[in-house]
């Protein structure tokens, strides 16, 4: 018998913990050519202020040892243009959609949440506070306690969606950023986003991005957010969504095991678009040789003793 | 146009065009078999992590056997200048690379009394075999205005001759051709052609040489259609790194993905930085 892939966020129950993560994934339909949406547990669509961004110049990305820096400066279609020239399409897919909102001001995280609260299709909310490439918003929420429970807790009296801040790692502490998201009334957090970092060409002295540093993402950072998801377990008792370099179903169990009820890939999306058949084949595969049941009941079962 | 499929290509043949430059033949042949000329391919240059993202490579050529219909192969033109294209100038035959396309937008192509008027700087000559393969069929006339810093940078020349492309070649240190860059010859031909002519210029190279070929089209009162370059991570739109400022129908400058709405663009189009 398959195992029971199915996990519950807040009041949402995902047919499996795999989703595509923010800001690697477009708004999903640029991939829907070579992936059924429906068959992923949701998708996570790139973060949207309520106006449209262009965005920093290029060059936007550099690769590094086993992971690469972007600073693609939250380029965005905004609030209204997303509902009405994507969200469309993707109810017609049947994608779950999860919605990263990112604000200036705590009261337009609040407005962007009214407004997709009545919006057909909206599974769930994911707020960004900890994009580390804009200067004029979301990492400011994220890297002050009282920030970050002020704006979870204004867009928790605004909307009945489940809200899932996104924590950044560049904190000394992110398991007390989970604790006051939980606090606040988030009913999950998300993480970790990417950790602010350079790379200089030798040559000419300069930067080799324009916004100077950028987030650094993929198998690189994978070790130190594990151990974050590990932390952050320990402290909150809400669902935690774990991300960092998942390349396969092996580094999506790990997470898991760590603590994580779902997880969400990204870079690995860029290097193989059809990955994610594989990512839920190999979780099946796991479960039905450990003889475990449902993936619910392999989150968070580290075991530390003595072997 | 095509959903693109990841073929995981066995390296039939790597040929060595000098210290830098090598034609790899990969096994592709379902993307073969669809791409269209200007389109382009993601190929991953190693099976570990390090280099982590595939590069993109224009659709060089698509190969048949003589005597059949369909594609077995395709090649791409690469050049070396980091750890990914070293690892592909050093790859073996046998050797299996991952491959991803068909990709991008293609050239529009052109019929007769249109004439086409392809402009080649250096590894920008990747796009145009196939160009003139598809527009070759038509009955088109063909120029291949092609430059390069030595005349050990020019490849393929037999090529393009053998299927009747006039050649207008320049190098910068004078080796071959005219000296300087390849816009002279073309700012030349183009002068010495009466307005009535109707032409297509197709151009793919460096940044600076693409403005240069527009504006000089724009001159004349020519259409041009260019093949940008970006730094690019994903090729399917998902990572917005290869963004160009491009005006839209609306009269604005947007920075729009290159792997999605280009990498060829109406040269009248571009926002040059």
């Known amino acids: ?307 | 146009m095509a959903v693109p499929v990841d073929v995981h290509a066995e390296v039939i043949a790597n040929t060595r065009l000098s210290a830098d430059y090598n034609v790899l033949v990969l096994g592709a042949a379902s993307i073969a078999e669809t791409a269209q000329a200007g389109q382009f391919v993601m190929v991953r240059t190693s099976s570990g992590t390090d280099p982590l993202l595939r590069r993109p490579f224009s659709v060089f050529e698509v190969i048949r056997h003589a005597d059949q219909q369909s594609p077995y192969a395709l090649s791409i033109l690469c050049k070396r200048v980091g750890v990914g294209t070293a690892r592909l100038f050093d790859a073996a035959v046998g050797d299996r690379l991952d491959c991803l396309g068909p990709l991008g937008q293609p050239f529009t192509p052109v019929a007769p009394p249109v004439e086409a008027w392809m402009v080649a700087g250096g590894v920008g000559l990747a796009p145009f075999a196939t160009l003139t393969d598809s527009l070759r069929s038509a009955g088109t006339t063909l120029r291949l205005f092609y430059g390069g810093r030595s005349h050990t940078d020019l490849f393929y020349l037999d090529w393009f001759e053998q299927r009747g492309v006039a050649l207008d070649l320049s190098t910068e240190d004078g080796t071959r051709g005219s000296r300087g860059r390849v816009t002279g010859p073309l700012e030349r031909a183009l002068a010495a052609r009466p307005a009535s002519q109707k032409l297509m210029l197709y151009a793919c190279g460096p940044e600076p040489m693409l403005k240069a070929v527009a504006a000089l089209a724009h001159a004349s009162g020519r259409p041009s259609q260019v093949s940008t370059e970006r730094i690019m991570g994903c090729g399917m739109g998902g990572c917005y790194s290869c963004v160009v400022r491009v005006r839209g129908d609306d009269g604005q400058a947007h920075l729009v993905r290159s792997c999605l709405n280009g990498p060829v663009f109406n040269g009248d189009a571009v926002v040059w930085e």
Not at chain 1, 290 to 297: E, F, K, T
Request: aromatic share 4%; net charge neutral.
């Open chain 1, 1 to 307: 018998m398959k195992a029971d892939l199915s996990v519950r966020i807040g009041s949402l129950v995902l047919k499996n913990p795999i989703i595509p993560a923010s800001g690697c994934f477009g708004y999903g339909l640029e991939y829907a050519d070579t992936v059924d949406l429906a068959s992923l547990g949701a998708i996570a669509v790139k973060g949207l202020f309520l106006a449209e961004r262009e965005g920093h110049p290029p060059p936007r990305i550099v690769e590094t040892p086993s992971g690469m820096l972007n600073a693609i400066g939250l380029q965005g279609i905004g609030v209204h243009r997303f509902i009405a020239e994507k969200m469309p399409e993707l109810r017609r897919l049947g994608a779950v959609v999860i919605v990263n909102i990112c604000g200036s001001s705590i009261d337009e995280y609040v407005e962007l949440a009214h407004i997709l609260s009545d919006v057909e299709g909206v599974a769930a909310l994911e707020l960004n506070i900890s994009c580390p490439n804009i200067k004029e918003g979301g990492i400011q929420f994220g890297c002050d306690l009282g920030s970050t429970r002020a704006v979870v807790g204004a867009v928790r009296a605004a909307t009945r969606l489940p809200i899932i801040p996104k924590l950044t790692p560049n904190v000394t502490s992110v398991s007390s950023f989970a604790k006051a998201a939980e606090d606040a009334g988030a009913d999950a957090v998300s993480l970790v986003n990417t950790f602010l970092a350079m790379v200089i060409d030798i040559e000419t002295r300069r930067p080799k991005l324009s916004n100077v540093m950028g987030g650094l993402s993929g198998p690189a950072i994978r070790p130190i957010a594990v151990r974050m998801v590990y932390d952050c377990a320990r402290a909150v008792r809400i669902p935690i969504v774990g991300m960092g370099g998942i390349m396969s179903a092996r580094d999506a169990i790990e997470f898991i095991i760590a603590g994580a009820t779902a997880v969400q890939v990204g870079t690995a999306c860029f290097v193989d678009p059809f990955i994610w058949p594989k990512l839920i084949a190999g979780l099946e595969d796991y479960l039905e040789r450990h003889a475990i049941a449902r993936v619910a009941d392999l989150v968070g079962t580290l075991q530390t003793g003595r072997a």
